[in-house]
């Protein structure tokens, strides 16, 4: 199979670019800031991007969420869950007391801050881990890095201090997006839209909430979104199982199209973990079960 050229938020080193090398048939290329990649996908320059979407102690990413929400019309095509672990990098010869400030992107500093708080280190924001390892390997200044192992081997800086993450169990979560085609439903699948309103009025969230509730579709995440146009004007961030094949889906999703302003169809695609499948096995030997509970109902009903 030929290789795709597949963008990931750069230099060599980040956790995006851990995370791109994990895919088959990629040929990574990196960017300088989300908004770049996310552009380049959407102009046709780019073949597709790895983006990170989710962070387990920090939340959703911004400038990834308000790019697919706002910017540009992209399709999730697949998602990489991947164990985030944080090094404090240094050149040789510097050691922890050495240091002066600690150089990183703003969520990678978030998921140390309780580290850095413990040894009184100063941070500085990069726009990247990897830019981070980068800006200290090409300074003399005392200065370290919070990032990758990947990044430490690659601009020569030694580990002054190994997985200083504040929780072990940190993960980010990165999606793959592309233009127009949506990946083949598997089974084990998510959709994740967006509700847009006309005006926010009383009951306006559970009127949509209850149309997944009535066909027994699990939702996984919710989120609200400011729309940028007002104060107090939200969008909302919905992700549930299923794949926009399943007939139970569309019936919801076209319910939904009919009765809001506009929903915004961001993709289907394979989810990690079994979890997923194996709920939505249950929900549809349920459906199933309480589909022939009626028909034997029915089947009593006396002609007219």
Not at 207 to 227: H, M, Q, V, Y
Request: aromatic share 6%; with cysteine; proline share 4%.
């Amino acid at each position: 199979m030929e290789s795709a050229h597949v963008g990931y938020l750069g230099p060599e080193g980040s956790f995006s670019h851990e995370a791109v090398t994990t895919l088959e048939n990629a040929e990574p290329v990196a960017y300088s800031s989300l908004e770049d990649l996310l552009g380049a996908v959407a102009d046709g320059s780019l073949a597709q991007g790895l983006v990170p979407l989710e962070n387990a102690l920090e939340g959703t990413v911004s400038a990834t969420i308000d790019g697919l929400v706002f910017n540009h019309d992209l399709i999730i095509l697949q998602e990489i869950v991947l164990p985030i672990h944080m090094h404090l990098l240094a050149r040789p010869g510097v050691g922890l007391n050495d240091v002066t400030v600690v150089r990183s992107y703003v969520h990678a500093l978030a998921q140390v801050r309780d580290f850095l708080h413990s040894k009184g280190l100063i941070s500085a924001e990069t726009t990247s881990t990897s830019q981070a390892a980068r800006d200290v390997a090409e300074s003399n200044e005392p200065w370290a890095a919070v990032g990758s192992a990947l990044a430490g081997k690659l601009f020569g800086l030694d580990v002054v201090a190994a997985d200083i993450e504040d929780h072990p169990d940190n993960a980010t979560r990165f999606v793959l997006v592309g233009r127009e085609t949506v990946t083949a439903p598997t089974g084990h699948d998510r959709t994740t839209i967006v509700c847009f309103q006309d005006a926010d009025r009383p009951g306006s969230l559970y009127a949509i909430l209850g149309r997944f509730a009535a066909r027994d579709i699990n939702l996984t995440k919710l989120e609200s979104r400011p729309t940028k146009r007002g104060l107090g004007d939200y969008c909302f961030v919905i992700e549930f199982e299923g794949h926009v094949a399943d007939d139970v889906v569309a019936d919801c999703l076209t319910d939904l199209q009919a009765h809001l302003a506009r929903v915004k169809f961001l993709g289907s695609y394979p989810v990690t973990g079994e979890g997923a499948r194996d709920r939505r096995e249950e929900v549809g030997e349920a459906r199933r079960s309480a589909a022939k509970w009626m028909e034997a109902i029915r089947a009593r009903v006396h002609p007219s």
